[in-house]
């Protein structure tokens, strides 16, 4: 940190390094394509090094990272469009076993599973990923995502609805072509 906060290069890398893979996965559950979540996550840790100083070692420093590219991805999300937040219009949707190769299929398929359901999250619209980001990953009360985003509760709580209803409408047409494969 010391090093970091002198401006070694060096440092700097290794600290961006060791947190790079964790909040590149932040920036993914906000934007929809890769090329945009690591451009934020790169002014994200550029914010992180101007304001290394500021951080006062009470809380986690991965906590404190993790809010600034969130922060980074939700200003983002609102210049890109003026205050995305506020619409309900989503986008359009296009339709343990002890035997280790019964352990790898169970691996591979959750591995798969998982990927389905980061790109059913990427295709929601930004008010929909931004409030379903905050309430179900990020663990904040509908308040906190009130004053983060800037709109009512209630709109925070139809959104994380409607999200969960186009996640599950999502899924299960993403399932059933994996089923059909």
């Known amino acids: 940190m010391e090093a970091c906060l002198r401006g070694e290069r060096r440092a700097q890398e290794r600290l961006?390094?060791?947190?790079?893979?964790?909040?590149?996965?932040?920036?993914?559950?906000?934007?929809?394509?890769?090329?945009?979540?690591?451009?934020?996550?790169?002014?994200?840790?550029?914010?992180?090094?101007?304001?290394?100083?500021?951080?006062?070692?009470?809380?986690?420093?991965?906590?404190?990272?993790?809010?600034?590219?969130?922060?980074?991805?939700?200003?983002h999300l609102r210049k890109a469009k003026k205050n995305p937040f506020?619409?309900?219009?989503?986008?359009?949707?296009?339709?343990?076993?002890?035997?280790?190769?019964?352990?790898?299929?169970?691996?591979?398929?959750?591995?798969?599973?998982?990927?389905?359901?980061?790109?059913?999250?990427?295709?929601?619209?930004?008010?929909?990923?931004?409030?379903f980001n905050l309430y179900v990953i990020e663990e904040h009360t509908h308040k906190e995502i009130a004053d983060i985003l800037g709109i009512s509760e209630g709109t925070s709580k139809s959104n994380l609805a409607k999200a969960k209803m186009n996640l599950q409408r999502l899924l299960k047409e993403q399932f059933l072509l994996i089923e059909k494969r």
């Open 16 to 75: 961006f390094q060791t947190y790079y893979g964790k909040m590149l996965g932040v920036c993914m559950r906000y934007l929809s394509d890769r090329d945009s979540a690591q451009e934020i996550l790169q002014i994200s840790f550029l914010k992180v090094f101007d304001k290394l100083e500021f951080f006062d070692f009470t809380g986690s420093l991965e906590g404190w990272i993790r809010r600034i590219v969130t922060n980074t991805a939700i200003d």
């Open 86 to 131: 506020l619409s309900d219009q989503d986008n359009d949707f296009v339709a343990g076993s002890a035997d280790p190769m019964v352990e790898a299929e169970y691996n591979e398929l959750l591995e798969l599973k998982g990927q389905v359901a980061i790109e059913a999250i990427g295709k929601l619209s930004p008010a929909y990923r931004a409030v």
